[in-house]
């Protein structure tokens, strides 16, 4: 049956009068905080103050366990526990499951189940938790959205568009799911780039966890320097690397109020996946380190490597073991940084470099994983290897610059 034009706006009028509900709009605290949070004007203030509450939340949630009952345990319980009852003491094996046996707390004993078991529970546990809390309960308001539309113009400076925040800030969380959230970008530029960047120049929430729980007072001047690096290295690749920038287009969904059912069980899901995925790789890392060490693999690397240490980077022959750890997990890495004896700038410059210098495993087999499902496996593995080690190079050199400079080193 066919219908001539004054039928069909006659049946239109007629679904639209049974489906569609006209009434005034009301104005409420959820349409205006709506309305603000996308406003340039008002939106970055508020992005601000999100991002403060962010670090106040996080400072005094992972502070709270980690000091008031993570340290007092490991220390004062779990380590003279274990350096009691554990036999064959001055073996290989004491030395890589228990560590040092004069050691006073478990962060320096730096054995498996000691300085592993407390980096992992006691120190990133808190610190994951209290990050991927507060960013799902970002996510189920609805704010992730609007928070793409602030930065789409500064990220388009550097070939990206406003969705690759949400890979930015996954990654914050685990370097991992952050590369696997870079298929939703549309082109294979987009898609490489985030990858490299990603990977290079944002730290993990346990990295960060360490840092702000050991060294503090350096963590800003650190997260500068990767921000930094983050938009400088992004602006050459995206005038090196072909391909177009598409704009972004977006649904932005209303404030809702999250419901504790549903951050409960997404948050429950996020930190089974560090109990399951990171801390076999903390431990083993310590043990790996504790190996080479015993068999003078860690000596022979440092003197081998101490030329370019000292001489490009400014930083001690020490650091290579952290180095070695940060191919398994960089919180392991800075928290070994940590223990090392070196200036202020130097132990900034070492934490900088060890976030650039190379992926952990885990994230660097999600490049290659990303890579084989786009169809260019060789080529974003040849690429992200030039990447990578261009920019250790040229960046970790700079800072050494910058330091001799400032006179600070």
């Known amino acids: 049956?066919?219908?001539?034009?004054?039928?069909?706006?006659?049946?239109?009028?007629?679904?639209?009068?049974?489906t569609v509900n006209y009434g005034a709009d009301k104005t409420t605290l959820k349409t205006i905080l709506a309305e603000l949070t996308v406003k340039p004007l008002t939106g970055i203030p508020f992005a601000v103050a999100v991002l403060y509450g962010f670090w106040a939340f996080f400072n005094a949630f992972a502070g709270f366990f980690t000091d008031g009952f993570f340290v007092p345990f490991f220390d004062n319980l779990w380590l003279p526990w274990l350096q009691d009852i554990f036999p064959l003491e001055g073996s290989w094996l004491y030395?890589?499951?228990?560590?040092?046996?004069?050691?006073?707390?478990?962060?320096?004993?730096?054995?498996?189940?000691?300085?592993?078991?407390?980096?992992?529970?006691?120190?990133?546990?808190?610190?994951?938790?209290?990050?991927?809390?507060?960013?799902?309960?970002?996510?189920?308001?609805?704010?992730?959205?609007?928070?793409?539309?602030?930065?789409?113009?500064?990220?388009?400076?550097?070939?990206?568009?406003?969705?690759?925040?949400?890979?930015?800030?996954?990654?914050?969380?685990?370097?991992?799911?952050?590369?696997?959230?870079?298929?939703?970008?549309?082109?294979k530029k987009q898609r490489f780039m985030m990858m490299i960047l990603l990977s290079i120049f944002i730290p993990c929430g346990a990295q960060l966890g360490v840092m702000l729980s050991l060294i503090p007072e350096y963590f800003g001047y650190i997260m500068l320097y990767l921000l930094v690096g983050f938009f400088l290295f992004g602006y050459l690749l995206d005038r090196i690397i072909p391909g177009k920038s598409p704009e972004i287009m977006t649904d932005v969904p209303p404030?809702?109020?999250?419901?504790?059912?549903?951050?409960?069980?997404?948050?429950?899901?996020?930190?089974?996946?560090?109990?399951?995925?990171?801390?076999?790789?903390?431990?083993?890392?310590?043990?790996?380190?504790?190996?080479?060490?015993?068999?003078?693999?860690?000596?022979?690397?440092s003197s081998v490597l101490e030329p370019v240490f000292t001489g490009w980077f400014g930083i001690p022959k020490e650091t290579v073991a952290?180095?070695?750890?940060?191919?398994?997990?960089?919180?392991?890495?800075?928290?070994?940084?940590?223990?090392?004896?070196?200036?202020?700038?130097?132990?900034?410059?070492?934490?900088?470099?060890?976030?650039?210098?190379f992926p952990c495993i885990a994230t660097f087999s999600m490049i290659i994983k990303e890579g084989r499902r786009s169809g260019g496996i060789l080529k974003v593995?040849?690429?992200?290897?030039?990447?990578?080690?261009?920019?250790v190079f040229l960046w970790g050199g700079l800072l050494h610059l910058i330091g001799m400079v400032l006179g600070v080193r």
């Open 322 to 357: 952290p180095l070695i750890a940060g191919f398994l997990r960089k919180d392991l890495a800075v928290a070994q940084l940590s223990a090392i004896d070196m200036t202020g700038f130097q132990l900034i410059t070492s934490v900088v470099i060890i976030s650039i210098y």
């Open 1 to 18: 049956m066919k219908f001539d034009t004054e039928r069909r706006w006659e049946l239109i009028d007629k679904i639209s009068r049974e």
């Open 95 to 187: 030395y890589v499951l228990v560590g040092d046996p004069g050691a006073t707390n478990s962060f320096e004993a730096f054995g498996i189940l000691t300085s592993g078991m407390f980096v992992a529970i006691g120190i990133v546990l808190p610190a994951i938790v209290a990050f991927y809390l507060f960013i799902t309960i970002l996510e189920d308001s609805g704010y992730m959205p609007r928070l793409a539309v602030l930065v789409d113009t500064i990220l388009h400076k550097i070939g990206l568009h406003g969705f690759a925040v949400v890979p930015m800030i996954l990654s914050l969380g685990c370097n991992v799911p952050g590369v696997a959230s870079t298929r939703t970008l549309e082109t």
């Open 255 to 301: 404030f809702r109020l999250p419901t504790a059912a549903n951050v409960t069980r997404k948050l429950w899901v996020k930190v089974k996946g560090f109990f399951t995925n990171a801390i076999p790789f903390v431990l083993l890392g310590v043990g790996v380190v504790n190996l080479l060490y015993l068999g003078g693999v860690i000596d022979w690397l």
């Open 381 to 391: 593995l040849g690429g992200s290897l030039l990447t990578l080690s261009t920019v």
